[in-house]
């Protein structure tokens, strides 16, 4: 798997191998994921990006994550967590349209984004979905 936010001036990417499985326990889906990050060369300059973007992503994102989904009715409530950092979701059915919902997401802790990783935050989302 490979995540990169796409950036030349705040390049950030890592590459990583990961193992996944789905349970289900009384309605309640478990989803546990580990990796493997692949170690990049050092960085050895300002504009070297052929260089490791972030050495300590790990110290941040962990070795692995969990998410875990519960469907009520028409609702979907879904939590990621992770070694430093939890996400909440919420997708509902929004003004009685067919496949198409409303969609409100809280994170808190690293990692919601490549570029601040090592940085903490607290946000909220609110939005639409076609999808879920």
Do not use: C
């Not at 300590?56 to 939590?79: A, V």
């Not at 997708?91 to 990783?117: A, C, H, K, M, R």
């Amino acid at each position: 798997m490979h995540q990169s936010n796409g950036r030349l001036s705040q390049s950030r990417s890592w590459n990583r191998i990961y193992a996944s499985g789905i349970f289900q326990y009384h309605g309640i889906f478990f989803q546990p994921r580990i990796w493997y990050r692949f170690q990049e060369d050092e960085k050895t300059g300002p504009t070297d990006f052929d260089g490791d973007d972030n050495p300590d992503i790990l110290d941040y994102l962990g070795y692995g994550d969990i998410t875990i989904s519960y469907p009520y009715q028409e609702h979907l409530f879904s939590s990621i967590i992770r070694k430093r950092s939890i996400q909440l979701d919420w997708t509902f059915p929004l003004f009685g349209l067919n496949d198409v919902y409303g969609y409100i997401q809280v994170f808190n802790g690293y990692g919601e984004s490549l570029v601040d990783y090592n940085e903490k935050v607290n946000k909220i989302g609110f939005g639409f979905s076609l999808t879920r």
